[in-house]
T-cell receptor
Framework: ETGVTQTPRHLVMGMTNKKSLKCEQH?????MYWYKQSAKKPLELMFV???????ENNSVPSRFSPECPNSSHLFLHLHTLQPEDSALYLC?????????????FGQGTRLTVV | GNSVTQMEGPVTLSEEAFLTINCTYT??????LFWYVQYPGEGLQLLLK?????DKGSNKGFEATYRKETTSFHLEKGSVQVSDSAVYFC?????????????FGAGTILRVKS
């Protein structure tokens, strides 16, 4: 039990579908993150939320739309995706005010776009 | 900006062999350093960390020492097992306006054969 739960674990969607990924943390952390992990590529930081405010958006296409309604929940809304968006999407949380803080990761959602 | 460089893999070893995975970093200030491990089909888990120069992080037989003079944080294990097969990520904490975030290396695949 990592304290960070992602649902669903697996998702297959067509290019015209709309779906959402969900992340929930019960660690009392103030920051939450979305990462994309593609085959043979480094881990890509997509979005950072701190105290429910988006503080980083690393040139992510608009077909990915994050939402952070409160400090415990983070969503990634998906629409009109492309096959190259197929990847493992990882959510993480941390308490960013501390220098030595680590991030806690969920198990990820394996997304396949067909 | 801060960055992390890891040795490229995959690294293939026989059971009970000695493991070293090199990691060097570029940073301003004195970041904390981390090693994460990702087992097949899972998210990232913290393996060990070190928060200041000359600190040694250790866990499950793995060790890494924070070397400020060589800006390195190499991961070592004296005798690897098949169950250690995974992807290993080196990371550092990067101070942002909103707090700290983690910067990851590209990851090194480790395969241990029986």
């Amino acid at each position: 039990e990592t304290g960070v739960t992602q649902t669903p674990r697996h998702l297959v969607m067509g290019m015209t579908n709309k779906k959402s990924l969900k992340c929930e943390q019960h660690l009392g952390h103030n920051a939450m993150y979305w990462y994309k992990q593609s085959a043979k590529k480094p881990l890509e930081l997509m979005f950072v939320y701190s105290l429910e405010e988006r503080v980083e958006n690393n040139s992510v296409p608009s077909r990915f739309s994050p939402e952070c309604p409160n400090s415990s929940h983070l969503f990634l809304h998906l629409h009109t995706l492309q096959p190259e968006d197929s990847a493992l999407y990882l959510c993480a949380s941390s308490q960013p005010g501390q220098q030595n803080t680590e991030a806690f990761f969920g198990q990820g959602t394996r997304l396949t776009v067909v | 900006g801060n960055s992390v460089t890891q040795m490229e893999g995959p690294v293939t070893l026989s059971e009970e062999a000695f493991l070293t995975i090199n990691c060097t970093y570029t940073a301003t200030g004195y970041p904390s350093l981390f090693w994460y491990v990702q087992y097949p089909g899972e998210g990232l888990q913290l393996l060990l960390k070190a928060t200041k120069a000359d600190d040694k992080g250790s866990n499950k037989g793995f060790e890494a020492t924070y070397r400020k003079e060589t800006t390195s944080f190499h991961l070592e294990k004296g005798s690897v097992q098949v169950s250690d097969s995974a992807v290993y990520f080196c990371a550092l904490s990067d101070l942002m306006e909103y707090g700290n975030k983690l910067v990851f290396g590209a990851g090194t695949i480790l395969r241990v054969k029986s």
